[in-house]
């Protein structure tokens, strides 16, 4: 995923901020959107591992590429982290409007 696709998401979200501690996404719950991390760090919690993230990490894009759209992972804010949020209904638009779209985002989280 390059610059351009993060600029999109950039341009298509609103900006939110979750304080250290914060849970952006619960595992199990149906994904309402994605999330772009402008600053700050989270943790992901996932049956795979955990790892961290950081500014540029795009997070929540598994269930809304995914059949079931539920979430796999649990994530959460490390220090105050600043993202811009995404609606899944904006997604699907972003998918729709560019067939490479979806498969970028999905090659990032790997």
């Known amino acids: 995923m390059g610059e351009t696709d993060l600029q999109l998401l ?3 979200g ?3 901020t979750f304080a250290a501690g914060q849970t952006l ?3 199990g719950q149906p994904g309402s959107g994605v999330f772009l991390v402008l600053e700050g760090d989270v943790v992901v919690e996932a049956p795979e ?3 961290e993230l950081g ?3 795009v997070i929540g894009e598994r ?3 995914a059949a ?3 979430r796999t992972a649990r994530v959460r804010a490390v220090t105050e982290v600043r993202v811009v949020a995404v609606k899944r209904e904006v997604f699907d638009e972003l998918c729709a409007g560019d067939a490479g779209f979806a498969k970028r985002i999905a090659a990032a989280s790997v």
């Open 68 to 70: 079931d759209g539920t």
């Open 63 to 65: 269930a809304l590429l």
């Open 10 to 12: 950039r341009a298509s």
């Open 55 to 57: 500014p540029g990490a």
């Open 49 to 51: 591992g955990t790892r």
């Open 25 to 27: 996404i619960e595992r």
């Open 14 to 16: 609103v900006e939110s």
